[in-house]
């Protein structure tokens, strides 16, 4: 069997893929896996360092430009008004492309995990009679599987499906697929990444993480914060991923604002390989509300502080943080919030680092919505429709 993944335009669509065709070569070891990704994608060359994908292509794709809470007067943009236009002429290169390169491989399913390359390449495969499978991991689908979802032969979703707005007899809650490294984690385990890490087995610690490429808002909220933390707390160790172009500026706010002796009790890196070891080794995470993430916390069992992104378009972070803050399964702060009061962050954290209890009930709770298994079902899904 040919199988194709495809997704892009951010680490949250790429990082699944890899987990389904790490579980797809497992099961199913002759199948040949095929990542098509969109060209000038910065993720688009993760999938091809990825052994369990056997070939790799790049089509046109564009986007249609939008933004959360900014209404008609987007529209009236000029430069946003251009760039729209021209990537509408790059998904139709991208849906020409996608056809020729259907015929040329002739592959028996398509799984896309979203992004705006999917709208090219699932168009490209109906119209040589591929079936295809989506997958959302946000309460709000986004554009590109709108579009596509109609023809889908299968719409899988994170959540439960009572509240996407697909046909109800061929929506399959998955789940999100997700590297098999995330696994809950108990007292051992943690000490375990503790001391693989580095990190005092007894201390607190705090993972902060703003999404593949930092989040200024995230940063700024931790670096006003710390040094009265670090201060208060002489037991508290932080692992800050920055992102790869906030990493130099992080790190000289954090040399000029604290001592010695508090510098050593910081970690900070632009972007990390093994998110899973030092998400593992903390006791609170502090995250934006991108869907993989939160997935993977979840699995682990992590207390979270979740700061969504108000503007990403149709507002999926804020939802999904509504939908844990319902639940009781996270503490959210937005980021008008942190704009209103720069000490809100340091005062949830500190109630935190305070009560033991609290932080167990927020573990238990986002616990119970982990689902480590939906990589399997996902494989078997796209198995089945391949068949």
Known sequence: MTIVLTGGGSGGHVTPLMAVAAELKLKHPECKIIYIGQKGDRFADIPTLDKNFDQSYEIRAGKFRRFHGEGMKQLLDLPVLFKNVRDLIYVMMGIIQS???????????????????????????????????????????????????????VNAVALPKDIYPYAANKTVTTGIPLNKQFVPVDPELKSDYRKALGLPIRAKVIFVIGGGLGSQIVNEA?????????????????????????????????GSSLSDEELRRIKVFGFIDE?????????????RAGATNLAEFAVQGKACIVIPSAFLTGGHQLKSAEYLSELD?????????????????????????????????LSRRIASLGKPGASGIIADLIYDVGK
């Open 329 to 361: 399964a996270a503490i959210v702060i937005n980021d008008e919030e942190i704009s209103d009061d720069p000490n809100r962050l340091a005062k949830v954290l500190s109630q935190l680092l305070n009560d033991p209890d609290r932080l167990n009930g």
């Open 222 to 254: 931790v670096l006003d914060i710390m040094p009265h933390l670090l201060h208060d707390f002489r037991d508290l160790y932080v692992v800050h991923v920055a992102g790869g172009n906030n990493e130099a500026s992080v790190r000289k706010h954090y």
């Open 275 to 287: 998110v899973y070891k030092y998400s593992g080794a903390a006791d609170i995470v502090i995250t």
């Open 99 to 153: 056809r020729t390169l259907m015929k040329e491989i002739k592959p028996d399913v398509i799984f896309s995990r979203g992004g705006y390359v999917s709208v090219p390449v699932c168009l490209g495969g109906k119209l040589n009679g591929i079936p295809y499978i989506t997958h959302d991991s946000d309460p709000i689908p986004s554009l590109a599987n709108r579009i596509i979802a109609r023809w889908a032969s």
